[in-house]
């Protein structure tokens, strides 16, 4: 899904979406449960740029990091985000190929080409942005077995904890002596 950006008045224009869970390609490891919200304000702003102002939800699923149970995430975040047109991502010498540094500011801008604005793109971008680090089903989730593969929030395994490595058990005649 795009965004036009081409006819976009001085004052800017708001927008409302619902983009079907359907219409947005899919992530391996994230799936979306229900469709994504993004309403907003696009403005223009220097060298050809757009300022899109405004805010996402969704609901996605993904697995624990522990137990690898599916786990239910509301993604509510903000938007305020600057796009340049994509002939502004280009070097020095007019090719797009070439090394740049790049600035903080360069680290916050995304490009869109054709007048469009690639909305499944930033959707993603700013899931992949408010996912916890390391998601878990509940604060004090167990996990999985590391021998057996058991989940140790369902049921208790009852394999020996105190494995020794072979190539180390002669170490721990040292300790005896």
Known sequence: MFLDVQQLPPEGRSFELEIPSRKLTTQADVRLIDCVA???????ADEGGICLLGEMDAAIEMSC?????????EVHEALDLLYLPQSANVGP???GDEERELTDDDMSVGFYRDDQIDINKMVWEQIYLALPMKPLCKEDCRGLCSQCGANLNLSKCDCEKDLVDPRLATLKTLLKS
Do not use: K, M
Request: charged share 20%; proline share 11%; with cysteine.
């Open 38 to 44: 993004v309403s907003g304000r696009l403005t223009p």
């Open 93 to 95: 010498g007019g090719r």
């Open 65 to 73: 990091g522990r137990c690898l149970e599916p786990l239910a995430v």
